[in-house]
């Protein structure tokens, strides 16, 4: 329905070609418009996916803008208290902040001291503020939960900084700590980060199995601290890939690792499920729902799964949503990895997605953006680093200005 209402919008006038065909397939040049038309046309013979649009669903929050921060990593207690400022002043009502077990239980288990620097302090003393904080200044946290200490790591293979554990029950026993300590203060926990790439399960093959488990004992341990606790499983990473990871690069195909996670019980496990919502290499409106290509409309196809299993009543919260604005610049590493726009590009896809989101897609809740600032600019030469909205010294993006100019008008009275 919705394409046909543009094709008759387009011929009657109202929308010049270009402009009708950017919102039909997300391109804006004329060859990648077509090149997106004949993809459209191919999806008309795959089977028709079944989103159950009008299915109730839970978790779906008044205020669904969020944004990622990095809070743990400013020292300075006014930077933190001026980040989250700046974020509720913008209307944003979410914040997805990483509560880094390898920061926290640093040393051996059940050792909450960090003892890295003169003087020694809790580790909690950080977390503590940025808690109260997201109070004071009426945001909601997302607390994401990973990233192992060493310690944990002891007796099993070398796996960098982001493989689980050797022992699961070590991080269901911090996941259980933490919400004991932020009971009725954290309702939220997203457990894991992109499992299904490298390196976010380590320097391994990613395992949906072993991942359902994780997630299957961290959700029982939240729930018997506080039954309100909602469980976020991790989102999964927009990849095609299908050799496991374990390698720079490589990963298993988001679609295949929540079908296996499925086969592994995970139902039961989560109450809400996450996807990246990247732009990549195409705008706010590509349409095309070709499972061997990624875009930003890519989480239609988890929804289709998750009907298919029971789970219409759940939502997909976007946990990172954004387009890459770097620097036409040569030295900045793995420049087009992300796509490439521009920075007036990035600033007005972005809320185009919050609007098509609102439009089209019932079950997504809070979308992140990806992400507020970082506490330096020693990044600078890798391409990541250009989704900011914010610079280091607080500098306000063109996108920070249109979402905030976005936020305030859906706002409005």
């Not at 997203?190 to 395992?207: F, H, V």
């Not at 298919?308 to 946990?319: C, T």
Request: hydrophobic share 40%.
């Amino acid at each position: 329905m919705l394409l046909l209402a543009i094709l008759l919008v387009f011929s009657a006038g109202l929308l010049a070609p270009n402009e009708a065909l950017f919102y039909l397939t997300g391109e804006e040049h004329r060859a990648g418009q077509l090149r997106a038309l004949w993809n459209l046309a191919l999806d008309l013979t795959r089977p028709p996916l079944n989103l159950a649009s009008d299915a109730p669903i839970q978790h779906l929050p008044d205020n669904p803008f969020g944004v990622n921060t990095f809070l743990e990593g400013e020292v300075e207690v006014a930077k933190r208290e001026r980040t989250v400022r700046m974020i509720r002043e913008a209307g944003f009502g979410w914040i997805r902040q990483p509560f880094v077990w390898s920061d926290i239980e640093i040393h051996g288990k059940g050792d909450f001291e960090d003892r890295r620097n003169v003087p020694h302090r809790s580790a909690w003393e950080k977390y503590d503020n940025i808690v109260e904080l997201a109070e004071r200044y009426g945001l909601r946290i997302i607390a994401r939960v990973g990233a192992p200490p060493k310690w944990a790591h002891r007796g099993y293979a070398d796996l960098g900084d982001f493989g689980p554990p050797a022992d699961f029950n070590d991080f269901a026993d911090f996941v259980e700590v933490l919400a004991r300590r932020y009971k009725g203060r954290i309702y939220h926990w997203q457990i894991w980060n992109e499992p299904n790439i490298y390196p976010e399960w380590g320097n391994q093959r990613s395992n949906p199995e072993d991942y359902t488990r994780l997630l299957c004992m961290a959700h029982e341990r939240l729930k018997a601290v506080d039954p309100r606790n909602v469980v976020i499983a991790a989102a999964l990473a927009p990849t095609i890939a299908q050799d496991g990871g374990g390698h720079p690069g490589g990963g298993l195909n988001d679609l295949i690792f929540l079908e296996r996670m499925y086969a592994a019980g995970a139902a039961r496990c989560f109450d809400v499920a996450a996807a990246q919502g990247y732009g990549l290499f195409s705008g706010p409106f590509d349409r095309r729902r070709d499972p061997l290509q990624t875009n930003v409309a890519r989480h239609v196809l988890m929804r289709d799964i998750m009907v298919r299993h029971g789970d219409a009543h759940k939502p997909i919260w976007l946990s990172e949503v954004n387009w890459n604005a770097p620097p036409n610049d040569p030295s900045i590493a793995e420049l087009h990895r992300y796509g490439i726009v521009s920075p007036e590009q990035q600033a007005r896809y972005v809320p185009l997605l919050f609007e098509r989101a609102r439009r089209e897609w019932p079950w997504v809740g809070v979308m992140s953006v990806w992400f507020f600032k970082r506490p330096s600019d020693a990044e600078r030469n890798q391409s990541w680093y250009y989704f900011r909205m914010v610079e280091p010294d607080f500098t306000p993006t063109l996108l920070w200005d249109a979402m905030r100019a976005y936020i305030r008008s859906r706002q409005a009275p």
